[in-house]
């Protein structure tokens, strides 16, 4: 995996309409997220999710492919009618929709000559010049063209591809995080956690999140940096902040 | 609440570095959208997750507000300096960011005057000309600008203020769905359901989604209509053409 120094940006776009519809509940952006972020230095900077239609998918895919580093698409590469990610970009990219030897090859002798009907056959469908990204778990790769990575929706599939991404990409700088969980509200820090935000404007970004625990109201306060020595420094000087104000640290 | 003829459409737009960052699980789309379906008979055809960047948020916002009859917000409404949305939105359609006078007065109230301090205070700063969205449990209102209705982020608080939207909202025709879960794969049954996909084309909209159960892949073959008649049919189809492939019905 190559490096590069500055900010590597990605986008996630999540197709299909069982998860706009609220029927399921999306569990890839926070998988895709974590592990860009923690294995390659990629942080995910939006997300969209759009349903089953093809001239949406073309829009969609063009419009943030111009916009990030790169594009990770997840669902619609199956076997059935309403499957129909691979297809759009192919026309999205102006190339052909056809058969990627590799795949037909890797699926054939997954399933055995005798079972690889059609539908099976039609996973091995693919923009003209994809490069494959292997898929552990059922066979059917995900791949990439350009810079956008389309793979499967389901969730542990998706996980069991993961590292055979990494290949594909440059890798960019790691963001450390550190969460403060603080006894005390929201509004009785505000000043003071904009103050902090002030001072280490642009070198740790700092984020504010109430949660429940026990029937109380807490605070999370999140650290975010790809320098650790600022990410240290900041904290310390959070907590100086609770002790000062007598805030019980959650987490010590 | 008054009802439309046509299909009323809406977008999500999730506003929150740590729904990006994979930290937070986003709760919030399969919520809204299931009960924006259900109450309303609105439907979510888009949903975007962006950080807290000011112009981010002003060009999501008005892009989604054209092509949406309307966008839901969550996210940002808080005290703490991360929290832009209420800002943010005022400079999207060019209005002054002040006090609510009804905001301020419910504010007031719930924490007292003597613990009303300046971060309690900005909950009650939103565009101009707002609308409020009354809040049940922690008492700071979401509210309403032009087709824009901005909610928390925090799961429990926003399912608290769903009823409260109701009268803001145009109904449109609920859409009902039957999930029919099939003890086999997907490249198995892909022919027979586009051709019932064609058969019911712009009636019924059948989706196939594979899953795991007992360790063995089974598929929800989802129906949705807004027209109950079509929907029966379609059903009782999809299910002789189960037991003609001597496919096992795993919910009957």
Same mark, same amino acid.
């Given at each position: 995996?190559k490096?590069?120094?500055?900010?590597?940006?990605a986008?996630?776009?999540?197709?299909g309409?069982? +998860?706009?519809?609220g029927r399921?509940?999306?569990?890839?952006?926070s998988?895709?997220s974590?592990?860009?972020n923690i294995?390659?230095?990629?942080?995910v900077d939006e997300?969209?999710i759009?349903?089953?239609?093809?001239? $949406?998918?073309?829009?969609?895919?063009?419009?943030?492919?111009?916009?990030?580093?790169y594009v990770?698409?997840?669902?619609?590469?199956?076997?059935?009618?309403?499957?129909?990610?691979?297809v759009?970009?192919?026309?999205a990219?102006?190339?052909?929709?056809?058969?990627? %030897?590799k795949a037909?090859?890797?699926?054939?002798?997954?399933?055995?000559k005798?079972?690889?009907?059609d539908?099976?056959?039609?996973?091995?469908?693919?923009?003209?010049?994809?490069s494959?990204?292997l /898929?552990?778990?059922s066979?059917?790769?995900?791949f990439?063209?350009?810079?956008?990575?389309?793979?499967?929706? +389901?969730p542990?599939?998706?996980?069991?591809?993961?590292?055979?991404?990494? $290949?594909y990409l440059v $890798?960019?700088?790691?963001?450390?995080?550190?969460?403060v /969980?603080?006894?005390?509200?929201e509004s009785y820090?505000?000043?003071?956690?904009?103050?902090?935000q002030?001072?280490?404007? /642009?070198? +740790?970004?700092?984020?504010?999140y109430?949660?429940?625990?026990?029937?109380?109201?807490?605070v999370?306060v999140?650290l975010?940096s790809?320098n650790?020595t600022y990410?240290k420094?900041?904290e310390?000087q959070?907590?100086?902040?609770?002790?000062?104000? $007598?805030?019980?640290i959650l987490? %010590?």
């Amino acid at each position: 995996m190559k490096k590069a120094k500055k900010k590597i940006k990605a986008a996630i776009l999540i197709i299909g309409n069982e +998860v706009l519809s609220g029927r399921t509940q999306d569990l890839n952006v926070s998988f895709i997220s974590h592990w860009l972020n923690i294995n390659c230095g990629i942080s995910v900077d939006e997300v969209r999710i759009i349903p089953d239609i093809e001239k $949406k998918i073309i829009f969609n895919v063009l419009d943030l492919s111009k916009k990030f580093n790169y594009v990770f698409t997840t669902g619609g590469i199956g076997p059935t009618h309403d499957d129909i990610t691979s297809v759009s970009i192919a026309k999205a990219f102006k190339v052909k929709y056809e058969i990627n %030897k590799k795949a037909y090859s890797i699926l054939e002798r997954y399933y055995g000559k005798d079972k690889f009907n059609d539908e099976r056959k039609k996973m091995s469908k693919m923009p003209a010049g994809s490069s494959l990204v292997l /898929n552990p778990s059922s066979a059917a790769p995900g791949f990439k063209i350009k810079n956008v990575i389309c793979l499967p929706g +389901v969730p542990s599939i998706l996980k069991s591809m993961a590292p055979n991404l990494k $290949k594909y990409l440059v $890798k960019g700088s790691v963001v450390i995080s550190r969460s403060v /969980n603080l006894n005390t509200v929201e509004s009785y820090i505000a000043i003071e956690l904009e103050a902090l935000q002030n001072k280490f404007l /642009n070198k +740790v970004e700092i984020g504010s999140y109430p949660f429940f625990k026990l029937g109380r109201v807490s605070v999370a306060v999140v650290l975010r940096s790809a320098n650790r020595t600022y990410l240290k420094l900041c904290e310390k000087q959070l907590k100086k902040i609770a002790k000062d104000k $007598k805030i019980i640290i959650l987490n %010590k």
